[in-house]
């Protein structure tokens, strides 16, 4: 039986480059950029790459990067925008929990909920952590956003999805949010790029600072900073908040 996030990313690579969440591409490899010095010697892996916008932007600028995705549909999306732009991408279709790579890339990228935090149990959830982890050098950083669980105790996840919804993009109704296990569960509805209208049963984990941290600390990485993610904006400058929808994570293995 299929999960609701491989059902979601059927025939939805077109639509989901027009959601309001994806548009802050440009600002956020401007971020990665800077955080790697604009080393263009470096391997990337973007986990969850979707339709490979943040893969495309970065390849365009001269880096050599690998976009990861489960939904065979999606990537079939990225490349169609890669090629139509003569670049030559390498997209591999893996699932995050079981990635064949072995101290690989010097720098792996998660963003807008790709793959972390969308699976059923906080132990896959950790799987990719892990398996991301592994796939990285010794000297590897992670770059990743992850719904922020502080957001939920003093806003309603509901009203700040409406908020940002355009016409024509997902909706999100009867959100309802477990204390017990941080995950949001909520009627997502949206529209596939034949025309169909889908209504999916979806639910999300939002994770406090200090889980990620800990998460983090067991897989070796020494230096970990955690910052309010704003879309297109990202900046080591945005202190976390109970306003900001998503977090920032940056990783080091080697902490200097």
């Given at each position: 039986m299929k999960q609701w996030y491989e059902t979601l990313f059927e025939n939805y690579g077109i639509q989901y480059d027009n959601e309001c969440f994806t548009q802050g591409t440009i600002g956020e490899c401007d971020f990665i950029e800077k955080e790697i010095n604009y080393n263009r010697s470096l391997?990337?892996?973007?986990?969850?790459?979707?339709?490979?916008?943040?893969?495309?932007?970065?390849?365009?600028?001269?880096?050599?990067?690998?976009?990861i995705d489960l939904s065979e549909s999606i990537l079939e999306r990225a490349k169609g925008k890669a090629r139509a732009q003569n670049l030559h991408i390498d997209f591999q279709k893996h699932d995050a929990r079981q990635l064949p790579f072995v101290d690989e890339y010097d720098l792996a990228i998660m963003l807008c909920e790709g793959a972390f935090p969308l699976m059923e149990t906080d132990e896959m959830n950790y799987e990719?952590?892990?398996?991301?982890?592994?796939?990285?050098?010794?000297?590897?950083?992670?770059?990743?956003?992850?719904?922020?669980?502080?957001?939920?105790?003093?806003?309603?996840?509901?009203?700040?999805?409406?908020?940002?919804?355009?016409?024509?993009?997902?909706?999100?109704?009867?959100?309802?949010?477990?204390?017990?296990?941080?995950?949001?569960?909520?009627?997502?509805?949206?529209?596939?790029?034949?025309?169909?209208?889908?209504?999916l049963k979806c639910n999300e984990r939002y994770y406090v600072p200090p889980e990620i941290t800990w998460q983090l600390k067991s897989l070796g990485f020494k230096k970990i900073d955690i910052y309010?993610?704003?879309?297109?904006?990202?900046?080591?400058?945005?202190?976390l908040s109970t306003s900001d929808f998503e977090m920032l994570v940056i990783a080091e293995k080697n902490g200097i």
């Open positions: 391997k990337i892996v973007d986990v969850g790459c979707g339709t490979g916008r943040h893969t495309i932007e970065l390849t365009k600028r001269g880096y050599l990067v690998t976009g990719i952590l892990r398996n991301v982890t592994r796939a990285l050098k010794s000297n590897g950083k992670l770059i990743f956003t992850t719904l922020n669980g502080l957001f939920p105790l003093f806003n309603s996840v509901e009203e700040f999805c409406a908020s940002k919804t355009r016409e024509g993009n997902a909706t999100y109704r009867k959100n309802t949010f477990d204390l017990m296990t941080f995950r949001d569960f909520n009627t997502t509805t949206v529209e596939d790029d034949l025309g169909n209208k889908r209504e309010g993610a704003k879309l297109g904006a990202f900046s080591r400058d945005n202190s």
